[in-house]
């Protein structure tokens, strides 16, 4: 089954935690990680994120809260145990940024620290406990976590990547072999942070599973790596190794990226998005057929039924988006009632977006493998989708198929 095996991929080649910018941001407040950290003004929330297994906070001194299954665990694939509550990640702190896929963080000095299921970063089959720095970077404003590589934003708006590069995800221009002999397969692993070349200077980056986004200073949206699905949206399903900007996207503020499929967010708070539509993705209103004939969508659509929009999060394959008034929208799968929705789990996905019911007021949104988070403008932080190791709630429920009140009790 093709979520069957997206979600092998997500739990087992990517378990990160990143720190470099911002998805929530919040005020005063008496949420969980309030409580846990004891409220002064370095403790308040401003930023979450949620990934496969686990849930991070970043606080506004720069340090960062985890739970959900523990770190240790998650980096041995025992899952034993997890925390109910949120715990400090001590190794690290003076973060600016974090994400959840593997286990990255960078520092406010501009240090890139990794932990995780690294073996593709690291030239080591060594998975890091302790979060270990990548040397060769010293001036990260961001990182995008894909299938085994990563992708870096600097402060100069020059973009970096390393990893993993069989399918061109490394945007390097090295030649693409899709070899299929498992004894002879290379995976042309980079460990040396390079520069990719041949792009205007940029200000935010996304990565999928194996492709890579970049929007650039002046509005234009770039793609490489993967396209079996038409995620670079260039109209064919041919893989890139180099950076190419799709024509068809201007005046572009945000970008993101799911399992194998993009989004952009316009200047005019319009949603677009391209690449796998088998789950309704890309929110058009296109057909699904669930028997596995051709659904993808090689070109930006505009999603229907969005306006004033301000945020878009992706998911696995479902994506969320935030407008101005402070609701959340949802569409994709339905599986594990990503989007809050239980009595239409049956149905398996949505491909018209839908007003998450029970959230106003939200101020940032976090979509991750199969769990989704919002922070409201009161502070306070609500969770739904799949409850495993705890990372929404303590509560014992496999899942939350609305959203609920995350706290400590």
Do not use: C
């Not at 979060?131 to 085994?148: T, W």
Request: proline share 3%; hydrophobic share 40%.
């Amino acid at each position: 089954m093709r979520f069957a095996s997206k979600l092998y991929i997500g739990i087992v080649a990517g378990i990160l935690i990143v720190a470099v910018s911002v998805y929530m941001v919040a005020s005063d407040r008496n949420t969980l990680l309030d409580k846990a950290a004891l409220g002064n003004s370095d403790n308040k929330i401003k930023d979450i994120a949620a990934g496969s297994l686990f849930s991070l906070a970043l606080m506004e001194g720069g340090s960062v809260y985890h739970w959900g299954m523990k770190l240790h665990d998650a980096v041995y694939f025992t899952p034993d145990v997890a925390n109910d509550a949120p715990q400090l990640v001590e190794e690290i702190e003076d973060i600016k940024f974090i994400d959840a896929k593997w286990g990255v963080a960078a520092a406010h000095d501009g240090a890139l620290w990794v932990w995780g299921s690294n073996g593709s970063i690291f030239d080591t089959e060594e998975r890091e406990i302790s979060p270990r720095r990548v040397e060769g970077l010293a001036h990260v404003s961001k990182v995008a976590i894909g299938n085994s590589f990563l992708v870096v934003l600097q402060e100069d708006g020059t973009v970096w990547s390393l990893g993993t590069n069989y399918t061109g995800q490394l945007g390097n221009g090295d030649e693409i072999d899709l070899g299929s002999d498992p004894d002879t397969f290379d995976y042309k692993e980079v460990f040396v942070p390079a520069q990719i070349t041949g792009i205007p200077k940029m200000m935010d980056i996304a990565a999928g599973d194996k492709h890579a986004l970049a929007l650039a200073e002046n509005g234009t949206v770039w793609a490489w790596g993967a396209n079996e699905s038409g995620q670079l949206g260039d109209g064919t399903d041919v893989p890139k190794s180099s950076p190419k900007q799709i024509e068809s996207l201007s005046n572009i503020t945000a970008i993101d990226a799911g399992y194998d499929f993009s989004m952009a967010l316009t200047k005019e708070g319009e949603v677009w998005a391209w690449g796998s539509n088998s789950s309704g993705e890309i929110g058009d209103g296109t057909p699904i057929d669930r028997n596995g004939l051709d659904n993808n969508i090689k070109l930006p659509s505009q999603t229907k039924d969005l306006s004033n929009i301000v945020e878009i999060s992706a998911g696995l394959s479902y994506a969320l988006a935030l407008d101005g008034s402070g609701n959340v929208w949802e569409w994709g799968d339905q599986e594990k009632s990503y989007l809050g929705e239980g009595h239409l789990k049956e149905h398996g996905s949505r491909s018209i977006p839908k007003q998450v019911a029970g959230l106003d007021h939200v101020a940032s949104i976090a979509a991750g493998m199969n769990h989704s988070l919002a922070m409201k403008r009161d502070g306070t932080m609500w969770g739904w989708g799949d409850n495993g190791f705890h990372k929404i709630s303590p509560a014992e429920a496999e899942e939350h198929t609305q959203p609920v009140h995350i706290q400590v009790e």
